[in-house]
């Protein structure tokens, strides 16, 4: 089975064209897409326009496109799951459809046996929207906030809610306690974690100046459960930085393909991953890079 993973699109019309010409290129039978969907900020700049913004989005493009994907490709089957700039996520699930799958906080067992398993929430960013956003641990550091920071009230209504991101953060559940409440799969050695923040000092989380931004508690999580294979973005800098889009944890593969985006599309180029399910290692390929490194 051909899977094709990509993450942190923020809603660039091209980006997804591409995505649908590698999945007839690479004749992908999965598609999966790790987190920030949706763009970022409206055309306003407002912070109160964003979910209108995503809604309209997703209801005159992304939908559309994903139909499309599953009419005209290969791909049967697409699952995603949100990332921390995805307030307006759920609407994509306003309508049921066939073959398009919401993997946050769930679990799906594919034909072949394969467990998918989805995480959404990030350690703290500088960044205002917070709905996907979680306290690593109880100690981790985090870096300074702005506020207001933001939340959505509801999935009921398209307001955003002002906050005071210290206490808001500190009341929540942390990325440590979340992940003990995850599905448990039946066999990790055949279980694919999509988890949008990567592991914590790895080739995979490396931001500009050479620091560490990943997830301690998803680091402890993969080094203790030992899965096959884990597949993360948020960080799209860290593979250009590092010189590497995988990492080995344990005995565990660990991949964060990155992702460019650029205003003029020709300095523009999707970052994807294509790979064999049952043949990982052997058969993974980035698109933009050449094969893996060691």
């Known amino acids: 089975m051909k899977v094709l ?22 004749s992908s039978e999965v598609m999966m897409i790790g987190g920030d969907l949706l763009p970022s900020f409206p055309p306003t700049k407002r912070y109160e326009d964003m979910v209108p913004n995503q809604k309209t989005f997703v209801d005159q493009f ?7 994907v599953l009419e005209a490709t290969p791909v049967q089957q697409i699952f995603l799951i949100p990332g921390n700039w995805d307030l307006g996520y759920p609407h994509l699930f306003k309508e049921s459809m066939e073959g ?14 394969y467990e998918l398993i989805g995480y959404p929430f990030v350690p703290p960013t500088p960044f205002r929207p917070k709905d996907f956003e979680k306290m690593d641990d109880k100690e981790a550091p985090w870096p300074p906030q702005k506020n207001p ?15 005071d991101p210290y206490p808001y953060l500190r009341g929540r559940e942390t990325i440590e306690e979340d992940l003990n409440h995850l599905p448990k799969p039946l066999h990790q050695k055949r279980t694919i974690y999509i988890m949008h923040s990567p592991p914590f000092g790895t080739r995979l989380d490396l931001i500009q100046g050479g620091k560490s931004a990943g997830s301690r508690s998803i ?6 459960n030992q899965p096959l294979l884990t597949l993360h973005g948020h960080i799209h800098e860290s593979p250009n930085l590092s010189g590497a889009y995988m990492d080995r944890i344990g005995e565990t593969l660990s991949v964060n393909p990155g992702q460019f985006i650029w205003t003029s599309r020709d300095a ?9 399910i ?12 050449q094969k893996v490194q060691s």
């Open 62 to 68: 992304l939908f559309p496109l994903l139909k499309r």
């Open 268 to 276: 523009s180029k999707l970052h994807a991953v294509t790979f064999e």
């Open 149 to 163: 920071s933001y939340i959505r009230s509801s999935d009921q209504t398209d307001q955003l809610t002002p906050i």
């Open 5 to 26: 993973y990509t993450s942190d699109l923020h809603g660039e019309i091209h980006l997804y064209h591409e995505l649908i010409s590698l999945a007839i290129a690479s």
């Open 278 to 289: 049952d043949r990982i290692e052997e058969t993974i390929i980035h698109s933009c890079f």
């Open 100 to 113: 398009i799958i919401d993997l946050s906080q769930r679990s799906y067992r594919l034909k072949n046996g």
């Open 219 to 224: 680091k402890t999580f993969i080094e203790k």
